[in-house]
């Protein structure tokens, strides 16, 4: 709370007309207080409201609430008792102004105790105690006249010496009015002074005057009573009405109800209100080391206003008694914070607001308002919901920690932008290799930024041009900046000048800043790059060294040194435009001096081959692909590195890989023999499943030949596959080089990339075992722990994505079947031999006999078999009505099938899919029961076979026979997941359709009774009714 100038005034006094009450009620004086305030503003910080709720959590602990609650006890007592003693007598009083007991006087000032006072078109008189007016008559008063006159009833204030309006009425012209001005007690006004105003609308010109803090009110005074307001009638133009004419067509009635009137009352009035909220730092990931700017850097990581609410003229009654309320009248304005250059502008227009709030027992709340109107748009909205979720932190302290997880996990820069929407509006990505300075054009900003750094910027001045001006941040101190660059959507380049280079022999052209500006969502961001781009599609981390040619002297000079992280695209070179430049490899991990050889930045013109690069390794080396790409729109070159080979599996299991490798012919047809004794290397690699995608390293050259041989390495007892499988540039029928498409921006490569890394990178998620019940499983899909043989497919992809040069491998099984269903079940052939086992949560490549002859699922109790009836793949296509024949599964076409196991009946569903070039048969409960009450729910599941009877009896169950189903109270679908019911043979619970209720008689163990008011449903089943019993666990 900022400093703020405060008057108050404290008025008690003792009216005779309290005596009619008895007890000490009737003793008790009448408090006024009055507090005038010229400027209030508040500073409200989330941390700050935090930090109260602990002190105050703190204090209820430390003070314990049993002191606490034997006071509010004693209070309610002794106030009950007090005012069980209380005069409840009602006084009415008929026809006021004509009762003979009022003298009416002319003038402007307050009338006195029955007294009438008429001025203009206003009548005014007092009560010698408090009354509230019950009715109002009106005789009509203009007969011929269609002048429309308003009169207003108002209750003169002594706290603020101001009228308070409290009804607005119209004359009649024909028949008598009657106005019921209080029609509850809550919201019936006692008061000593009121009057009636008449007035035309077309002679109404008169404004609520702001309230302006008159500290010259509470200096001491000799006449207590010489603050009395100024002329009634001011600021009114004479209406069509006069005061004598209206005072014969009134017939006011009172009521005087002592019980009623409040004991205390309490008149803030406030000249200006402003509350600042402001926002909570957030959490950033720590692996956002590149960030700068608002929110990042140590300097700008504080809070901001965000939403300022300003309440002008504001009121405030509060009123003790027995019928307590809250009274509020102001004028309300709301700003919001513009991200962009941090300026406040408006949000909510300056509206008037008036209120009351009863307090006692039921609590009402009236609202009366002008005309709202609000200024919305995206990025307000995203202000706005950053800032409820600063303050739904204070309220919910997991939020913050379900925040702090979500950052932790994915690529941290990304994620902290993310989190940072609607705080910053304006981001500036840095790519180049060098440190560059940027500011306002037209003012003195001068701040870095660093290579590969994002700085979260916002304009210094609102006045001066929106551009932005670069230059190298080298030691001096004149920088020489660029030309401004709009903050737009769009793509342009400036040029930038170095001190050091001069004389027109050294200056042979210019070094260009490339800059490319677009809309992400709430944000704008604007990418910062140079002539070169440098992309690294390998596993491992690559260093660089960036060369060009001086025309002076004909040497090469070095340019720029880095390292590029795996499978990214981070790094941008600045370079002359019409200098040769070339650039070198070698792996950062070896600890070695030697580089490869250099590398042209300029695309091959040989059958649009990429650069085949060697990089040493040691003392060896590992031949690589380098391919470049010029852009037409703006000749600016990307080179990416890739691998030679890579391998995707969508197998269970690991798979050990051995290579053998010889150099030999690039064709098929002159791939080597058995027969040829040459040279050749092995080599043993481990390959992940499971949809991973891996890269092979392999020896030589792209005229190398490789055969491959697969063996399960979780399998101890998996014999080698015999069949070598051939790996070379030659073995696909179209060239990998071919149909290497032109490209008119740089960033069109670099997000086919990123798109490529999200899908088949180290990181990447696959999916796998991608099927339909893959959501089923609550868990994560395991490994089987047995394999049977199977047979694989293999197939050769080019790797064309971004001018991509990779040769991939994929390895795929025949049929893939998982099993999202709690239960361990046996996939059988047709003559009932064992084929495998299908573990929960656990995808199993079954051997090819599954897409073409039928086959069985078994579950094994002790030395039991209990076998489902026989299914079967159905292979042609159903269409869209069409259906497949019993037992049979088709795609996109389930089947319900049972397993009986004696006393009980496994209900499943299987599932046929197509996705990634796979056959997916999935395995599911069939029902899910799904809780949505507050507390666990007892299931027992029983199913009936088909018959004729109409009812049963149902044994009785032991709890141990139960399933408890926890509460999902959110609206996923998950539950129970249900396969298992008891089975009940000859009995048939009701003939109703399914889903609806039926009653039934059971047997009832009368010591133990279980199913009391239980409901049964009835559930579809192929051969089965399924019927669902359900008691509430205490």
Same mark, same amino acid.
């Given at each position: 709370?900022?400093?703020?100038?405060?008057?108050?005034?404290?008025?008690?006094t003792?009216?005779?007309?309290?005596?009619?009450?008895?007890?000490?009620?009737?003793?008790?004086?009448?408090?006024?207080?009055?507090i005038?305030?010229?400027?209030?503003?508040?500073?409200?910080?989330?941390c700050?409201?935090?930090?109260?709720?602990?002190?105050?959590?703190?204090?209820?602990?430390?003070?314990?609430?049993?002191?606490?609650?034997?006071?509010?006890?004693?209070?309610?007592?002794?106030?009950?008792?007090?005012?069980?003693?209380?005069?409840?007598?009602?006084?009415?009083?008929f026809?006021?102004?004509?009762?003979?007991?009022?003298?009416?006087?002319?003038?402007?000032?307050?009338?006195?105790?029955?007294q009438?006072?008429?001025?203009?078109?206003?009548?005014?008189?007092?009560?010698?105690?408090?009354?509230?007016?019950?009715?109002?008559?009106?005789?009509?008063?203009?007969?011929?006249?269609?002048?429309?006159?308003?009169?207003?009833?108002?209750?003169?204030?002594?706290?603020?010496?101001?009228?308070?309006?409290?009804?607005?009425?119209?004359?009649?012209?024909?028949?008598?009015?009657?106005?019921?001005?209080?029609?509850?007690?809550t919201?019936?006004v006692?008061?000593?002074?009121?009057?009636?105003?008449?007035?035309?609308?077309?002679?109404?010109?008169?404004?609520?005057?702001?309230?302006?803090?008159?500290?010259?009110?509470?200096?001491?005074?000799?006449?207590?009573?010489?603050?009395?307001?100024?002329?009634?009638?001011?600021?009114?133009?004479?209406?069509?009405?006069?005061?004598?004419?209206?005072?014969?067509?009134?017939?006011?009635?009172?009521?005087?109800?002592?019980?009623?009137?409040?004991?205390?009352?309490?008149?803030?009035?406030?000249?200006?209100?402003d509350?600042?909220?402001?926002?909570?730092?957030?959490?950033?990931?720590?692996?956002?080391?590149?960030?700068?700017?608002?929110?990042?850097?140590?300097?700008?990581?504080?809070?901001?206003?965000?939403?300022?609410?300003?309440?002008k003229?504001?009121?405030?009654?509060?009123?003790?008694?027995?019928?307590?309320?809250?009274?509020?009248?102001?004028?309300?304005?709301?700003?919001i914070?513009?991200?962009?250059?941090?300026?406040?502008?408006?949000?909510?227009?300056?509206?008037?607001?008036?209120?009351?709030?009863?307090?006692?027992?039921?609590?009402?709340?009236?609202?009366?308002?002008g005309?709202?109107?609000?200024?919305?748009?995206?990025?307000?909205?995203?202000t706005?919901?950053?800032?409820?979720?600063?303050?739904?932190?204070?309220?919910?302290?997991?939020?913050?920690?379900?925040?702090?997880?979500? #950052?932790?996990?994915?690529?941290?820069?990304?994620? *902290? $932008?993310?989190? +940072? !929407?609607? %705080?910053? /509006?304006?981001?500036?990505?840095?790519t180049c290799?060098?440190?560059?300075?940027?500011g306002?054009?037209?003012?003195?900003?001068?701040?870095?930024?660093?290579a590969g750094?994002s700085?979260?910027?916002?304009?210094?001045?609102?006045? #001066?041009?929106?551009?932005?001006?670069?230059?190298? *941040? $080298?030691?001096? +101190? !004149?920088? %020489?900046? /660029?030309?401004?660059?709009?903050?737009?959507?769009?793509?342009?380049?400036?040029?930038?000048?170095?001190?050091?280079?001069?004389?027109e022999?050294?200056?042979?052209?210019?070094?260009?800043?490339?800059?490319?500006?677009?809309?992400?969502?709430?944000?704008?961001?604007?990418?910062?790059?140079g002539?070169?781009? +440098?992309?690294?599609?390998?596993?491992?981390?690559?260093?660089f060294?960036?060369?060009?040619?001086?025309?002076?002297?004909?040497?090469?000079?070095?340019?720029?040194?880095?390292t590029?992280?795996?499978?990214?695209?981070?790094?941008?070179v600045?370079?002359?435009?019409?200098?040769?430049?070339?650039?070198?490899?070698?792996?950062?991990?070896?600890?070695?001096?030697?580089?490869?050889?250099?590398?042209?930045?300029?695309?091959?013109?040989?059958?649009?081959?990429?650069?085949?690069v060697?990089?040493?390794?040691?003392?060896?080396?590992?031949?690589i692909?380098?391919?470049?790409?010029?852009?037409?729109?703006?000749?600016?070159?990307?080179?990416?590195?890739?691998?030679?080979?890579?391998?995707?599996?969508?197998?269970?299991?690991?798979?050990?890989v051995?290579?053998?490798?010889?150099?030999?012919?690039?064709?098929?047809?002159?791939?080597?023999?058995?027969?040829?004794?040459?040279?050749?290397t092995?080599?043993?690699?481990?390959v992940?499943?499971?949809?991973?995608?891996?890269?092979?390293?392999?020896?030589?050259?792209?005229?190398?030949?490789?055969?491959?041989?697969?063996?399960?390495?979780?399998?101890?007892?998996?014999?080698?596959?015999?069949?070598?499988?051939?790996?070379?540039y030659?073995?696909?029928?179209?060239?990998?080089?071919?149909?290497?498409?032109?490209?008119?921006?740089?960033?069109?490569?670099?997000?086919?990339?990123?798109?490529?890394?999200?899908?088949?990178?180290?990181?990447?998620?696959?999916?796998?075992?991608?099927?339909?019940?893959?959501?089923?499983?609550p868990?994560?899909?395991?490994?089987?722990?047995?394999?049977?043989?199977?047979?694989?497919?293999?197939?050769y992809?080019?790797?064309?994505?971004?001018?991509g040069?990779?040769?991939?491998?994929?390895?795929?099984?025949?049929?893939?079947?998982?099993?999202?269903?709690?239960?361990?079940?046996?996939?059988?052939?047709?003559?009932?031999?064992?084929?495998?086992?299908?573990?929960?949560?656990?995808?199993?490549?079954?051997?090819?006999?599954?897409?073409?002859?039928?086959?069985?699922?078994?579950?094994?109790?002790?030395?039991e078999t209990?076998?489902?009836?026989?299914?079967?793949?159905?292979?042609?296509?159903?269409?869209?009505y069409?259906?497949?024949?019993p037992?049979?599964?088709?795609?996109?076409?389930?089947?319900?099938?049972?397993?009986?196991?004696?006393?009980?009946?496994?209900?499943?569903?299987?599932?046929?899919?197509?996705?990634?070039?796979?056959?997916?048969?999935?395995?599911?409960?069939?029902?899910?029961?799904?809780?949505?009450?507050?507390?666990?729910?007892?299931?027992?599941?029983?199913?009936?076979?088909?018959?004729t009877?109409?009812?049963?009896?149902?044994?009785?169950?032991?709890?141990t026979?139960?399933?408890?189903?926890?509460?999902?109270?959110?609206?996923?679908?998950?539950?129970?997941?249900?396969?298992?019911?008891y089975?009940?043979?000859?009995?048939n619970?009701?003939?109703?359709?399914?889903?609806?209720?039926?009653?039934?008689?059971?047997?009832?163990?009368?010591?133990?009774?279980?199913?009391?008011?239980?409901?049964?449903?009835?559930?579809?089943?192929?051969?089965?009714?399924?019927?669902?019993?359900?008691?509430?666990?205490?």
């Amino acid at each position: 709370m900022h400093p703020m100038v405060a008057g108050a005034q404290l008025d008690a006094t003792w009216d005779n007309w309290r005596k009619q009450e008895s007890g000490v009620v009737a003793r008790r004086p009448s408090i006024r207080v009055r507090i005038d305030v010229d400027k209030m503003i508040l500073e409200l910080r989330p941390c700050d409201v935090a930090a109260f709720l602990r002190i105050r959590e703190s204090l209820q602990e430390t003070m314990g609430r049993s002191e606490t609650e034997t006071y509010i006890r004693n209070s309610v007592n002794e106030n009950s008792a007090s005012t069980s003693r209380t005069n409840t007598k009602d006084y009415h009083f008929f026809d006021d102004l004509r009762s003979g007991a009022f003298k009416i006087i002319s003038g402007s000032q307050l009338p006195m105790a029955y007294q009438v006072t008429l001025q203009d078109n206003i009548i005014s008189w007092r009560y010698p105690q408090p009354r509230a007016i019950f009715q109002i008559t009106v005789h009509p008063v203009l007969e011929d006249s269609e002048e429309v006159v308003e009169c207003a009833l108002e209750f003169h204030c002594p706290l603020l010496a101001h009228w308070e309006p409290h009804t607005f009425f119209k004359l009649p012209a024909t028949e008598p009015l009657e106005l019921y001005p209080s029609t509850s007690q809550t919201d019936t006004v006692y008061a000593t002074t009121w009057r009636i105003r008449a007035y035309s609308n077309l002679e109404k010109d008169k404004t609520d005057l702001p309230f302006v803090f008159d500290e010259k009110i509470f200096v001491p005074r000799h006449d207590p009573l010489g603050a009395e307001p100024g002329a009634a009638g001011e600021g009114y133009r004479e209406g069509a009405v006069n005061a004598e004419r209206l005072m014969g067509a009134l017939r006011v009635s009172s009521v005087h109800t002592p019980s009623s009137v409040p004991h205390a009352t309490l008149a803030v009035r406030v000249g200006a209100l402003d509350v600042h909220a402001h926002d909570d730092p957030r959490d950033l990931p720590r692996q956002s080391q590149s960030l700068e700017g608002y929110y990042v850097s140590k300097p700008l990581m504080r809070s901001h206003r965000f939403i300022s609410i300003n309440m002008k003229n504001t009121e405030v009654h509060a009123v003790v008694g027995i019928l307590p309320r809250i009274l509020l009248n102001t004028n309300i304005s709301a700003d919001i914070l513009n991200t962009a250059d941090g300026v406040m502008e408006p949000l909510i227009e300056e509206f008037r607001a008036r209120g009351s709030v009863s307090l006692n027992g039921g609590r009402k709340l009236f609202l009366k308002m002008g005309d709202v109107n609000v200024k919305l748009d995206i990025p307000k909205l995203y202000t706005l919901k950053s800032m409820l979720n600063d303050w739904r932190k204070v309220c919910n302290a997991d939020a913050g920690e379900r925040e702090r997880r979500a #950052a932790s996990s994915g690529e941290a820069n990304n994620v *902290a $932008t993310k989190v +940072l !929407d609607g %705080r910053i /509006s304006l981001w500036i990505h840095n790519t180049c290799s060098v440190a560059l300075r940027m500011g306002q054009a037209d003012t003195d900003e001068s701040i870095p930024i660093g290579a590969g750094a994002s700085l979260a910027y916002r304009w210094l001045s609102a006045t #001066a041009p929106k551009k932005l001006r670069f230059a190298i *941040a $080298t030691p001096w +101190l !004149d920088w %020489r900046w /660029s030309n401004g660059v709009a903050f737009v959507n769009g793509s342009c380049r400036v040029r930038l000048e170095e001190k050091q280079v001069v004389g027109e022999a050294n200056r042979a052209g210019e070094t260009f800043l490339y800059i490319r500006v677009k809309d992400v969502g709430v944000r704008r961001d604007m990418h910062l790059s140079g002539r070169i781009t +440098l992309a690294n599609m390998l596993r491992s981390p690559l260093m660089f060294k960036v060369r060009e040619k001086c025309p002076a002297d004909n040497t090469w000079k070095n340019v720029s040194t880095g390292t590029i992280d795996g499978e990214s695209v981070p790094i941008s070179v600045l370079c002359n435009e019409e200098r040769d430049v070339v650039f070198k490899l070698r792996f950062s991990a070896l600890e070695t001096n030697r580089w490869s050889g250099d590398i042209p930045l300029k695309e091959c013109r040989q059958d649009k081959m990429p650069w085949l690069v060697k990089v040493p390794t040691g003392e060896s080396y590992s031949a690589i692909w380098c391919r470049v790409v010029r852009a037409h729109a703006d000749g600016r070159v990307i080179a990416t590195a890739w691998p030679f080979f890579m391998v995707r599996s969508h197998l269970p299991l690991d798979a050990e890989v051995t290579i053998k490798s010889k150099p030999g012919a690039v064709t098929v047809q002159d791939a080597p023999s058995q027969n040829e004794a040459e040279a050749e290397t092995l080599s043993v690699q481990t390959v992940v499943g499971r949809g991973a995608t891996q890269h092979l390293q392999t020896p030589g050259t792209a005229s190398t030949t490789h055969s491959l041989t697969f063996k399960y390495s979780d399998v101890s007892d998996c014999p080698s596959g015999t069949l070598e499988i051939p790996l070379f540039y030659g073995v696909t029928k179209t060239s990998v080089f071919a149909n290497a498409k032109s490209v008119n921006e740089i960033e069109e490569i670099a997000e086919d990339l990123a798109e490529w890394v999200r899908h088949s990178g180290a990181r990447a998620e696959s999916g796998w075992p991608y099927s339909i019940v893959s959501n089923h499983w609550p868990g994560t899909w395991q490994r089987p722990s047995r394999q049977p043989e199977t047979e694989i497919l293999v197939n050769y992809v080019p790797v064309r994505v971004g001018g991509g040069c990779s040769l991939e491998l994929l390895i795929r099984p025949l049929v893939l079947i998982a099993n999202a269903s709690p239960l361990t079940l046996t996939l059988r052939a047709d003559n009932g031999a064992p084929l495998c086992a299908l573990e929960p949560g656990v995808a199993v490549a079954a051997p090819k006999d599954v897409m073409t002859n039928p086959f069985f699922l078994s579950k094994e109790i002790g030395r039991e078999t209990f076998v489902s009836d026989k299914l079967r793949v159905w292979q042609q296509e159903p269409g869209r009505y069409g259906q497949a024949p019993p037992n049979h599964v088709a795609l996109d076409r389930a089947v319900d099938f049972a397993v009986r196991c004696g006393q009980l009946v496994e209900m499943l569903t299987m599932c046929y899919e197509e996705k990634e070039k796979l056959n997916i048969l999935g395995i599911t409960p069939t029902f899910v029961f799904i809780n949505r009450l507050q507390r666990d729910v007892s299931v027992l599941a029983l199913a009936v076979g088909d018959t004729t009877h109409e009812e049963c009896f149902l044994p009785t169950y032991s709890d141990t026979e139960f399933d408890i189903v926890e509460p999902t109270l959110d609206t996923r679908y998950a539950g129970q997941r249900w396969v298992r019911a008891y089975n009940l043979f000859a009995v048939n619970f009701c003939k109703t359709n399914a889903g609806k209720r039926a009653p039934v008689r059971r047997l009832v163990d009368t010591y133990n009774k279980l199913f009391d008011d239980v409901d049964v449903f009835a559930l579809p089943e192929p051969q089965y009714k399924k019927a669902i019993s359900i008691t509430l666990q205490n």
